[in-house]
């Protein structure tokens, strides 16, 4: 009798294991990972410096700001990656209808052509600037020295 109910509690212990793994896959496969996506950028271009990054709704491509005013692309592949640097004036950026995404028609690599949509349209709107080199940040070290004097305050 109490083989049968350890045969019994092993067996419901393998089914629920199986059910618990099956959920984390399909959880893991509609949300990926942004960090395994930035080291494999990161290996296929090791020179370049991400300084932020933006991911559409579906996860499934990841739009980098970096350091020296180019833009990175990254799109995912189940758990395989496409990673491209994207020059200013390579590509064709138009909004899209809903105001929160990004109509994108890269000439060189035209199979990436595609909508983004992104949580907010401020998102939208960063990447944009990204792609087409605009974007420019303000930091307060970036203001003459006299600036900063008159902006700080005194107790």
């Given amino acids: 009798m109490m ?25 893991d496969s509609s949300n990926p990972d942004t960090g395994s996506a930035m080291v494999e950028f990161g290996r296929a271009f090791p020179d370049e410096a991400i300084r932020a990054l933006h991911s559409t709704i ?24 496409v990673c491209h640097v994207i020059h200013p004036d390579k590509l064709r950026v138009n909004s899209s209808e809903s105001g929160q995404g990004l109509i994108v028609h890269f000439p ?8 983004f949509e992104f949580r907010t349209a401020a998102e939208a709107a960063e990447v944009s600037l990204w792609l087409l080199g605009s974007f420019s940040p303000k930091s307060e070290l970036d203001a003459p020295v006299e600036e900063r004097a008159a902006t700080q305050t005194t107790d």
Avoid at 5 to 26: G, P, Q, T
Avoid at 60 to 79: E, N
Avoid at 108 to 115: E, I, K, P, R, V
Wanted: glycine share 8%; aromatic share 20%; net charge positive.
């Fill in 3 to 27: 083989l049968w109910f350890i045969l019994i509690a092993l067996v419901a212990f393998v089914a629920a294991f199986y059910v618990w793994m099956n959920a984390r896959a399909e959880r």
């Fill in 58 to 81: 579906d996860g499934k491509a990841i739009f980098l700001r970096l350091h020296d005013g180019k833009a990175g692309f990254i799109r995912s592949h189940g758990t395989h990656y």
């Fill in 108 to 115: 060189d690599f035209a199979y990436l052509d595609n909508s």
